[in-house]
Nanobody, 119 residues
Framework: QVQLVESEGGLVQPGGSLRLSCAAS????????MGWYRQAPGKQRELVAH???????NYADSVKGRFTISKDNAKNTVYLQMDSLKPEDTAVYYC?????????????WGQGTQVTVSS
């Protein structure tokens, strides 16, 4: 089992910045990818950013150039730096970990943290 603990989100004004973190603990294999998803009211959960065990990243088109995902392997922690925030970034943000064990990959989720962008 892998446990994911996310930092608190918050209320941010448009154009502002916020950094989320997600710390993984438990039975963490040597290979795991991590990512951030978000879900706004009435919408499906969508991928925001993803980082592989090798450090490759990809982003949703809507956040490219504004959000940056990074990972501290020593701390098993992934970060999401969010800059130039827009009201449409308002959502519950979820941390995800896809852990590769022999013969299978298991997905784990954080509890979610609310990010509200509003003046």
């Amino acid at each position: 089992q892998v446990q994911l603990v996310e930092s608190e989100g918050g209320l941010v004004q448009p154009g502002g910045s916020l950094r989320l973190s997600c710390a993984a603990s438990g039975s963490i294999p040597s290979r795991y990818d991590m990512g951030w998803y978000r879900q706004a009211p009435g919408k499906q959960r969508e991928l925001v950013a993803h980082i592989t065990s090798g450090g490759s990243t990809n982003y949703a088109d809507s956040v490219k150039g504004r959000f940056t995902i990074s990972k501290d392997n020593a701390k098993n922690t992934v970060y999401l730096q969010m800059d130039s925030l827009k009201p449409e970034d308002t959502a519950v943000y979820y941390c995800n970990c896809n852990a590769a064990y022999p013969g299978l990959v298991r997905a784990y989720w954080g509890q979610g943290t609310q990010v509200t962008v509003s003046s």
